[in-house]
């Protein structure tokens, strides 16, 4: 690609782009939230015009194809049928499932995957679902594979498995892309990289042996960041929030748990292990469970989202998409969504209110926005995080139940995100941070419950806590 551009109206967010990918290799293309990633990738694949510029390649756009984070797959369809959807393979006017069969089975071979094509889709796991997305790209013969934030809901099994997959491709000849906000793994995959900012190429090269994540971030932000003095530790007050006995047929089992005012609490495991159902229940998005909520010191009967805001809990859930973002909604709208209440004037909406509101936040949280009445969808995905987070916190709550909260979003952001954590622990407010990163338990936590399917299998103190142990008690085994 050469000297792409791109506006949309007069935001200029391509600003004469070039990138060059090799045929049999692995591409890292990094950059901070907003700066053009998936926008030149959509570019490439033919889902978007550019404006100016030269795409220079033999591979027609039929060849390229474009691994999005919300997997397009028929949940209750099986992977064949997946596979070949739209395009099925006919024997004279009838569908031929066995000449399908046999190719979904040659794909899958060449993944060295075994699996079994007439699997439901809705019965694999997160890794599968996205070796099918994989397969569906390798069906149409795909030269190069475009693969945006493949892993932020895998397991660092899971992930192993995709990484020994693009492996295989990259053996046979495809160039894949790797979008990534996780450097550690860019590192271990890939072979060469390219680093965007505010819409240009800042930083080309191989990744080899003696190429740091410290390196990189700071490519990407321009600016030297610190890590190390993230975690502040505090005194903490007494206990506001306890779970007792809290049990769901299935989903989780005697969760006992407790967080104190100005606490930071992460809760951990692999997925499945149970965490997001626990705290749907403790917000009242999900019901059906036993046993105590208590709320600074008195049991809490909550039985929808609304009487949990009133109690001052706020949430953000795990899958922005489905359940963070009113797609239909403004980036401004969106952020004010459960503040409406204190932004009213005589029972309107005060419009000169909701500006500063919306402002207040743009500004704290670095929110990378054009116009604050633009639909939430124009704004890239770690961005429309940081609107998600900023409307949680706009509601002033005492309890923050985050869900993944950096999911998606950048380097820089993600220590800005951490330090105002930080900074509202101090003020007394308390979270509880459900994550797979160890790296952000270790950065935020004062204590993290370690759960395996649906229990609590051990609580540890900072002191204790450490990437081994986590991950030992997580995959089901013991400390001694
Ligand atoms: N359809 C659109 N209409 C208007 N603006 C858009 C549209 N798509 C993207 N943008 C803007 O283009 C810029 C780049 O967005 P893009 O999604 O390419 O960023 P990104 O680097 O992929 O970010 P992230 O890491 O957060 O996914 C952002 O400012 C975004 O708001």
Request: net charge negative; aromatic share 4%; hydrophobic share 40%.
């Amino acid at each position: 690609m050469k000297n792409i551009k791109k506006a949309f109206g007069n935001n200029l967010v391509l600003k004469g782009v070039d990138l060059k990918l090799e045929a049999g290799s692995i591409h890292a293309l990094l950059g901070e939230n907003g700066t053009g990633k998936s926008t030149l990738m959509n570019i490439l694949s033919g889902l978007l015009a550019y404006d100016e510029g030269e795409i220079i390649t033999e591979i027609t756009k039929n060849k390229i194809a474009f691994i999005h984070q919300e997997l397009a797959l028929v949940d209750d369809l099986n992977i064949m049928e997946n596979l070949f959807l739209g395009h099925e393979i006919k024997k004279s006017l009838f569908v031929d499932k066995k000449a399908m069969y046999i190719k979904s089975k040659e794909i899958l071979e060449r993944m060295n995957i075994t699996i079994n094509p007439k699997t439901i889709i809705k019965d694999l796991t997160p890794s599968y679902k996205q070796i099918i997305e994989i397969a569906k790209a390798l069906l149409k013969d795909a030269k190069i594979i475009i693969m945006d934030e493949p892993t932020t809901s895998l397991t660092e099994i899971e992930i192993q498995s995709i990484f020994s997959l693009m492996k295989v491709l990259k053996s046979q000849g495809v160039s894949l892309v790797f979008i990534s906000h996780k450097l550690n793994e860019v590192i271990e995959i890939c072979d060469r990289v390219t680093i965007m900012r505010d819409g240009e190429v800042v930083y080309n090269g191989n990744i080899t042996a003696d190429v740091n994540e410290h390196d990189l971030a700071q490519h990407m932000v321009g600016k030297e960041l610190s890590y190390e003095n993230v975690y502040n530790p505090r005194t903490v007050g007494d206990v506001v929030l306890e779970l007792c006995n809290l049990n769901k047929e299935r989903i989780f089992e005697n969760i006992n748990m407790s967080v104190h005012k100005g606490e930071i609490v992460g809760v951990t495991g692999l997925l499945g292990d149970g965490r997001s159902e626990v705290f749907e229940a403790v917000f009242g998005v999900s019901s059906g469970h036993s046993g105590k909520i208590i709320i600074k010191g008195k049991e809490a009967n909550i039985t929808s989202t609304a009487k949990a805001l009133s109690l001052g809990i706020g949430y953000i859930p795990s899958n922005r998409k489905q359940n963070g973002i009113v797609k239909d909604l403004s980036v401004g709208e969106n952020m004010i969504l459960p503040s409406l209440n204190k932004l009213k004037n005589n029972g309107l909406i005060s419009k000169s209110m909701q500006s500063k509101f919306n402002e207040e936040y743009v500004d704290k949280l670095s929110i990378k926005v054009n116009k604050l009445n633009n639909l939430i969808t124009s704004l890239s995905g770690g961005n429309q995080q940081k609107v998600v987070i900023a409307r949680v916190l706009g509601t002033a709550p005492d309890i923050v139940i985050l869900d993944n909260p950096t999911q998606g979003v950048d380097i820089g952001a993600k220590l800005e995100i951490y330090n105002i954590i930080m900074n509202l622990a101090k003020e007394g407010v308390s979270f509880i941070i459900l994550s797979n990163e160890a790296q952000e338990i270790f950065m935020t936590c004062d204590r993290t419950y370690v759960m395996f399917q649906g229990q609590i299998r051990h609580e540890f103190s900072r002191a204790e806590m450490s990437e081994e142990n986590i991950m030992l008690v997580a995959t089901g085994g013991q400390i001694i």
